[in-house]
């Protein structure tokens, strides 16, 4: 059995009004969760990047690493805490609203070189043979109008978003009618189960929680696993993560899919 987990958190980009305070906490924490607290993934086989080491080229060769002679009974954990955005899609006939949603390296400009879309994920996750227990962590956000100027807050203790700030408005054109629901919509169901910090419509907090940053949705995912991971399952988990989030005061409402949504967080 081979149990592998690919953390990537990204508080420091190379524009300065992309600046966010959370992430590399939020891999820490889920370090620390997997590998201390349940000793279920070893320290050796978990790889970190953060902040300049999260390039797309890194994310997709350790992505490889993670999904590397995979087979049946393995655990694999992908965690990405970082900005998210959408763009206009290279095909067409497989986005009815014509954007693609993706992440944002450290290194993102807008090209695709830097680009790591939807489709380029569904390719790589693919390969993810039949029983592999497979986790996706999604703590990001889509831009619902990426040509507004940047919401940033002047109190260094507010709460900021994670949407990429600095696109060229072409590279956009997203409304609310537009947005779509978890990361990477597919023609196959994902092998696996992806946890996304928020609903198509809304935006994904990072937050000061009990005097530190974090993300909001993997503060309160932790906190669940410890309390339900046992024996609830990852949709499960999920709702009560959406009722901690309402209940102290974020407008996000966290998403599951997947083929695995019905297990448990841990094989």
Not at 19 to 33: P, T
Not at 114 to 143: G, M, N, Q, Y
Not at 188 to 214: K, T
């Amino acid at each position: 059995m081979k149990n592998k987990a690919l953390l990537v958190g990204i508080n420091q980009y190379p524009n300065p009004s992309n600046e966010l305070r959370g992430c590399v906490n939020d891999v820490l924490d889920m370090e620390h969760y997997i590998a201390e607290t349940h000793k279920v993934y070893a320290k050796e086989n978990i790889k970190k990047l953060t902040d300049q080491q999260a390039t797309k080229q890194a994310i997709v060769q350790q992505i490889k690493w993670l999904l590397a002679e995979a087979s049946a009974g393995d655990s694999l954990l992908f965690h990405y805490s970082g900005h998210g955005a959408q763009v206009p899609t290279q095909n067409r006939l497989l986005e009815k609203d014509g954007l693609d949603e993706i992440i944002c390296p450290y290194d993102f400009d807008g090209s695709p070189a830097t680009t790591l879309r939807d489709k380029e994920f569904a390719a790589l996750f693919a390969t993810i043979p039949k029983d592999v227990h497979f986790v996706w962590i999604s703590d990001s956000c889509h831009a619902e109008d990426l040509s507004r100027e940047p919401l940033m807050c002047n109190a260094a203790n507010e709460m900021r978003y994670r949407y990429f700030h600095g696109l060229n408005p072409a590279m956009s054109r997203a409304n609310n009618s537009q947005i779509t629901t978890g990361l990477a919509p597919i023609a196959q169901p994902l092998n696996g189960a992806l946890l996304s910090a928020c609903a198509s419509h809304e935006l994904s907090a990072d937050a000061i929680i009990n005097n530190r940053f974090n993300g909001a949705f993997t503060y309160y995912l932790i906190q669940n696993l410890k309390l339900y991971g046992a024996d609830k399952s990852m949709q499960e988990i999920v709702g009560y993560v959406n009722v901690d989030l309402n209940k102290n005061g974020y407008d996000q409402n966290p998403q599951t899919e997947g083929l695995l949504e019905q297990k448990t967080f841990f094989l």
